[in-house]
Each structure stands twice: as C-alpha cells, then as structure tokens.
T-cell receptor, first 117, second 114 residues
Framework: GAVVSQHPSRVICKSGTSVKIECRSL??????MFWYRQFPKQSLMLMAT?????????EQGVEKDKFLINHASLTLSTLTVTSAHPEDSSFYIC?????????????FGPGTRLTVL | RKEVEQDPGPFNVPEGATVAFNCTYS??????FFWYRQDCRKEPKLLMS???SGNEDGRFTAQLNRASQYISLLIRDSKLSDSATYLC???????????????FGKGTHLIIQP
C-alpha cells in the first residue's frame, strides 16, 4: 500500500516555542492531505484539510493562526504549531489521499507525539 | 448526538472465539465506511472498507445497514494479535477536494486472552 511518513516521530519542547511537523507521501502524489489530533483515550479529530497549492480548510474550533499548514508540493505538507502550550500536547497524525486513484482511501503517517513542557 | 458512536469496551474474548461489534452513524448522507485498527500509541491502519453488500476478508466480515445507519465488524477465530482498538470511520463522500476528512468513532478496545 501507499506509504506516508511523518517527521519527527516525537518532540518535546518548551512552552512558547514553535514546532514544525512534516508529512510526506513517499510513493504517490497526494493532492489532499489531512491533519488529525488525538488526545489520550479520545478519537482522532480532524483539524484541517490541505489541498496542494491552496489554503487549508480548518475545522470549527481549530485556530488557523496557531496551526499553520503549508501544502507546497504534491508530496509534502507541514503543520507548524506556533507558540505551543502544554494543552497542545497530543498525538498529531497526517493522512494523504492518492490523487491518481480517485478513491477516498486515506493513508496515515505514523504520527508525531508532541509534548510541551 | 455524536456523529459516530461505538461501544468503547473493553471486550475481553478468549482466543479462538468469534467477536462482533457495531457502530452507528448519524449523518444519513455518509457514503463511505471503513474499519481501521489502531494499536497503542500508533497510527490507524485500514482494516477494510465496508460495502452495502457486505464484504469479507479472511476472518473479518463487515456489514453495512444503511436503513438503520449502522456498521458491524465480525472477527472469527480470534488471534492474540487481534488485540487492538477498532475504529469505525465514516466519510460523507469524496468530492475531489475540500474538507471531507474522515470522521472517527472513539474506538472499541478488544483484548484477546490466551
């Protein structure tokens, strides 16, 4: 199946710093990528949808100025958590949809565990 | 009302047994349905898509009931390695773009006991 990578897999940072997470589709072109967040014992919650070359669409309650998304190429999307606070500590997962197959199957990255001290 | 509801469990099942769990969804416009499996502290992995006619993949059988808006997953001859959280996932449809990410249930925790 299609492979999606994420980097870093784990990050610990101080409150107030910014953290960038990369999501890459390794063997397909992802016209659409999704960013999810999962708190302990909770379900994955969609944060935003990004389409290559256009602005991301954010879900209600997600601050676009705090969670900056850039989808500059068909294989890379980045999520930057700006001025991170302890409540931003979570498991961030990206997924990508193969633009060639015209199905809605999403392939998930391995996730990034963010801990803000 | 939650969009996708599942019994969180845990379901404790002896190895070799058959286990089934259901999921209900609230949006009647939902078009795509999936079961994902998520191991502890890992990303979800697609287990199978769910079609109206029902589909089977080895020991796993998925069913969709659109009239009642529920999806089921049946696991036969359960293995220790089946222990995981099973996520019911719904999509209102692939429109070729836009905000149409998947909606996840909270998951059903399954524990297969030796």
């Amino acid at each position: 199946g299609a492979v999606v990578s994420q980097h870093p897999s784990r990050v610990i940072c101080k409150s107030g710093t910014s953290v960038k997470i990369e999501c890459r589709s390794l063997d397909f072109q992802a016209t659409t990528m999704f960013w999810y967040r999962q708190f302990p014992k909770q379900s994955l919650m969609l944060m935003a949808t990004s389409n290559e070359g256009s602005k991301a669409t954010y879900e209600q309650g997600v601050e676009k100025d705090k969670f900056l998304i850039n989808h500059a190429s068909l294989t890379l999307s980045t999520l930057t958590v700006t001025s991170a606070h302890p409540e931003d500590s979570s498991f961030y997962i990206c997924s990508a949809r193969d633009g060639e197959t015209r199905t809605d199957t999403q392939y998930f990255g391995p996730g990034t565990r963010l801990t803000v001290l | 009302r939650k969009e996708v509801e599942q019994d969180p469990g845990p379901f404790n099942v002896p190895e070799g047994a058959t286990v089934a769990f259901n999921c209900t969804y609230s949006n009647s416009a939902s078009q795509s349905f999936f079961w994902y499996r998520q191991d502890c502290r890992k990303e979800p992995k697609l287990l199978m898509s769910v079609y109206s006619s029902g589909n089977e993949d080895g020991r796993f059988t998925a069913q969709l009931n659109r009239a009642s808006q529920y999806i089921s997953l049946l696991i036969r001859d359960s293995k220790l390695s089946d222990s995981a959280t099973y996520l019911c996932v719904v999509n209102i449809g692939y429109s070729g773009g836009g905000a149409d990410g998947l909606t996840f249930g909270k998951g059903t925790h399954l524990i297969i006991q030796p």
